[in-house]
């Protein structure tokens, strides 16, 4: 009888052994805490633009450059005169256009065109040649449109 009270008791220890274990787990899991729930909002992003790689340019020796000799004229020439830093504009020719030359002189190759209304820079000038007062002109949108042009045909804008 008594190893038959020793194996009960084994078996006893063992079911409570067994009911307390699955209580305390049971317990562990109904009283932790609830997770979170995710947090659904983006992150905020960093953007970093790196610059493409550019090719090392090749050492040339700097070239020397002589400067223009320092016009003579006035820096600020009278309203509506004509002078070297003044703005004009190509007028009265009839659609035709105004021929802009290399030289100035009328046998001197003729560049191109300028155009009634169109906008020029006076470069240099005046140059009295063949009974006409030339001026060189450049657009200054585009560097290849310069040349001679006679004043006839062109007006001072005023600058304000």
Known sequence: MKNILKGKVLIAVLVIAGILSCSSLAYILVRRPAAPPPDLTPES????IIPAPTSTPHFQPP???????????????????????????VINTGGEGL??????????????SGN??????????????EGFTWWLLSASYDATRTGWAVQNYLSVIPSH
């Not at 021929?99 to 191109?112: M, Q």
């Open 99 to 112: 021929n802009i030359h290399s030289e100035p002189s009328i046998n001197a190759k003729v560049l191109f």
């Open 45 to 48: 992003a960093i953007l970093t």
């Open 63 to 89: 070239t020397v450059t002589p400067f223009p000799p320092t016009p003579t004229t006035s820096p600020t020439p009278a309203p509506g005169q004509f002078a070297i830093g003044v703005y004009v504009l």
């Open 116 to 129: 009634d209304a169109e906008v020029f820079l006076i470069k240099d000038g005046p140059v009295d040649a």
